[in-house]
């Protein structure tokens, strides 16, 4: 079995920042592949960053130059520095990570169960 846990959301002014970390934990051969999901209140599901085992990055327009995402692969875990938050920010984050769980098997994606960012005043 493989966990995800989120932490590091929560109220924040509009202009500031938040730095969410996320712990890839059980059974990993290797993890892959890690991402940065947000679901706003009535909006689908839509990707924020990702960040490759290499440390190649990719950003959704809305954030780019906002956030950073950076992983830490000895500790199995990924971040998402948000800064010069806005309103329309507030959504729910979800870690997700591609992980092969023994060389044997294809790889999977996982999820986290999300941590919840406010921006507001």
């Known amino acids: 079995q493989v966990q995800l846990v989120e932490s590091g959301g929560g109220l924040v002014q509009p202009g500031g920042s938040l730095r969410l970390s996320c712990t890839a934990s059980g059974s990993i051969f290797s993890l892959n592949t890690m991402y940065w999901d947000r679901q706003a209140p009535g909006k689908e599901r839509e990707l924020v960053a990702n960040?490759?085992?290499?440390?190649?990055?990719n950003y959704a327009d809305s954030v780019k130059g906002r956030f950073t995402v950076s992983r830490d692969n000895a500790k199995n875990m990924v971040y998402l520095q948000m800064n010069s938050l806005k309103p329309e920010d507030t959504a729910v984050y979800y870690c997700n990570a591609n992980v092969r769980r023994t060389p044997w098997v294809p790889s999977r994606l996982y999820w986290g169960q999300g941590t919840q960012v406010t921006v507001s005043s």
């Open positions: 960040i490759t085992f290499g440390g190649s990055t």
